[in-house]
């Protein structure tokens, strides 16, 4: 069981650009050895996969939705996850979550607060 805390969401209008950041809280050394994903949770929806990265961060898939504007990236010192998210669309309205992956879609952990995201149109 990783414990994750996810970050820097808010609200932005259509087209905006937003990165949103996850924190892992493992000990030194080993965030480095999982894989992650992202995910988000629209009201009333379930969970929907949108990106993985691999543990060495060398390769990435995105949801069809989010393909060519969004970007997962991640620091292994830091044990943070990162998500650039550009050309921001109200359906991309909803809570982000990250959660350490089966890959690239399976989530392996419970779920960590989130942050929401609000896109305005």
């Known amino acids: 069981q990783s414990q994750v805390l996810e970050s820097g969401g808010g609200t932005v209008p259509v087209g905006a650009s937003l990165t949103i950041s996850c924190v892992a809280s493992v000990r030194t050394g080993t965030f480095g050895g999982w894989n992650f994903g992202w995910f988000r949770q629209a009201p009333g929806k379930e969970h929907e996969w949108v990106a993985a990265i691999l543990y060495d961060g060398k390769g990435a898939l995105y949801a069809d939705s989010v393909q060519g504007r969004f970007n997962v990236s991640r620091d292994n010192i830091k044990n943070t996850m990162y998500l650039q998210m550009n050309g921001l669309l109200v359906e991309g309205t909803a809570v982000y979550y990250c959660?350490?992956?089966?890959?690239?879609?399976?989530?392996?952990?419970?779920w960590g607060p989130g942050t929401l995201v609000t896109v305005s149109s």
């Open positions: 959660n350490r992956v089966y890959w690239p879609r399976t989530p392996r952990d419970t």
